[in-house]
């Protein structure tokens, strides 16, 4: 059975103008000890996903229908109580974009992610310290800095301070949001390197939030491509990359450049996103598809595995 | 050959004072500084596209400010065309210099004054520099500038302001605000970074053909190695204030020679996951650069560390044709 699983997901956005169709009806299944990469370009709504799983939607955001079943638990269902003490941090944990500067500059960085660990577990101060120092080891900052303050470190070791509060109550289930952007591509490197590593020993399901598909193809086994609310495909990371289904795949994947091999032509995407107040009818891409026809623009394209080898698209050119 | 030479930066050096308190300046002689640019040349010939890469902190940026004098530099010479910037006292003449060089920054969305109109925006360095003769001629010039960037039809464009904009069209003003004096030369610092993926291409593309219309001299600065690929022609590598190898990008890029370039461009994620790469993983992060490490900055981290590393600083020097590297290793 699928650790998570999303079932037809709707979270909107109430703002004056209306509703933001935020994320729009998507469905998703994570296995344990699988990586899924969620990719996309600002907007989409990868962000969103992240925030309904944790149940931290902002006031004005709300999850109108859909379920998200986390092993075999609708968390949609629990009161945020209920799952504040059952799975926030327990179960589901997140390194989020940017909180390693969202790390407290006056207390030490051991005491910090003990404290996570007191809030959510019953155990002494002196326990949680002690499992500390271990997390410490494990992400590679080493025990013997557990009291060091945030400024004395760099951004690297920031990061992996970060990673070890995620992991701090042994979490089945992480979500990474643009974990290395703010890092320099070595540093990042090192830390993709270290989170990799740590998922493969813990046997750890994570989801990488990312609009960078390069740093996707890295530590991913799966790809889901979002645009406009929707998962337009998902699929195995291999057959994502070497066989893109979805024309806005295509365009996406040859929008990155490359340091190996020829050099090619980048490719771009004329026009940008609709407007997720009054998104278009049909295909949500047709706008900027090349390959629009006239069904695109009335009808709705559903996910569909037209070779049954667990690769998913919604288009009316290939899906069917 | 002179005459295609239009930017020469002479062992340019910038070094920031860091404020310290009453007392220790007292007690301590020295004053601390942060050495951001330490001994840098290099030269931009006319249609030529020359990039600076490098991680944050390594002085790119700061390069590029100082080559458009928009901060002094601590020592050493820039010339355009022959002229050497540094040395020009009068105003007057700064101002008309300015005119035939540009810049281009990260952020669209805080380089354009949100209460100007796009046309105001792209007709105000026409106005500053007094180029066009009435209202006529500048609508012209803003008209045939938005079209070189396919903002079609322009008329559409003008009246708006840039909050109306998406973020890769408020690009594209600021690249319209750049081009219309037509530079001769052209500094651009992460200019596609903040958008997203699918529209860097276009906004790229559609600044490189201004570039080539206009034959200017460009200087990309970028962190992304992937994507200087496609821009420049030649690069150098900046680790901690210093250029530490100099060449062809794709020489480079296929035969990296600095240790410290080897390990960034074996960092550099590619956009396929069965790609077999060599991992180059050096440890630790880039030292402080108020105390450089004496000898050659990168020894601290270098996997080849030798002796000598530690002591002598490598000089740039010419190791192929147009190759230039700073490494003991190859010194040797």
Known sequence: MALLEI????????????????????????????????????????????????????????????????????????????????????????????????LHPTIHIGNQIAEAIVTHENVSKKEALERTAKLLDLVGIGASRIDRYPHELSGGMKQRTVIAMALACNPDFIIADEPTTALDVIVAAQVLKAMKELQHKLNLSMMFISHDLSMLAKVCNKIAIMYAGKIVEYGDVVSIFKEPLHPYTEKLIGAFPSILGQKRKLSSIHGFPPDLLDPPPGCRFHARCQYAMDICRTTEPKMTDAQGIEHFVACHLKGV | ???????????????????????????????????????????????????????????????????????????????????????????????????????????????????????DIIAEPLLIQKITQGLEDTTERVMEVLEDLEMTPPEEYIYRFPHELSGGQRQRVAIARAFIVRPEFLVADEPVSMLDASIKSEVLDLLLGLVKKHHSSFLYITHDVALARYICDRVGVMYLGKIVEQGNIEDIIL??????????????????????????????????????????????????????????????????????????????
């Open chain 2, 1 to 119: 050959m002179t005459q295609d030479v239009t930017i020469k930066v002479q062992n340019l050096k910038k070094y920031f004072d860091i404020k310290v308190g009453f007392f220790r300046t007292l007690l301590s002689k020295s004053v601390p500084y942060v050495h951001a640019v330490d001994d840098v040349s290099f030269t931009i010939k006319r249609d030529e596209i020359f990039g600076l890469v490098g991680e944050s902190g390594c002085g790119k940026t700061t390069t590029g400010r100082l080559l458009l004098r928009l901060i002094e530099p601590t020592a050493g010479k820039v010339y355009f065309k022959g002229l050497e910037l540094t040395s020009i006292n009068n105003r007057q003449q700064m101002r008309r210099l300015r005119r035939k060089m540009q810049i281009i920054f990260q952020d669209p969305y805080e380089s354009l004054n949100p209460r100007m109109s796009i046309f």
């Open chain 2, 255 to 332: 035969k990296p020679l600095h240790p410290y370039t080897e390990a960034l461009i074996s960092a550099v994620p590619v956009p396929d996951p069965t790609a077999r790469r060599s991992e180059v993983v050096i440890k630790g992060e880039v030292p402080s650069a108020v105390n450089p490490p004496p000898g050659c900055r990168f020894h601290t981290r270098c996997p080849y560390v030798m002796e000598v590393c530690r002591k002598k600083e490598p000089k740039l020097i010419e190791v192929e044709g147009n190759r230039y590297l700073a490494c003991h290793k190859y010194n040797a």
């Open chain 1, 7 to 102: 079932r037809d997901l709707k979270t909107y956005f109430h703002t004056m103008r209306g509703y933001v169709k935020a994320v729009d009806d998507i469905s998703l299944e994570l296995n344990k000890g699988v990586s899924l990469g969620l990719a996309g370009e600002s907007g989409c709504g990868k962000t969103t996903t992240a925030l309904s799983i944790l149940r931290l939607l902002p006031w004005n955001g709300e999850i109108l229908s859909g379920k998200i079943l986390f092993d075999g638990v609708d968390i949609v269902e629990l009161s945020s109580e209920q799952f504040r003490r059952q799975f926030r941090w327990k179960r589901i944990s997140a390194i989020f974009q940017g909180a390693m500067n969202a």
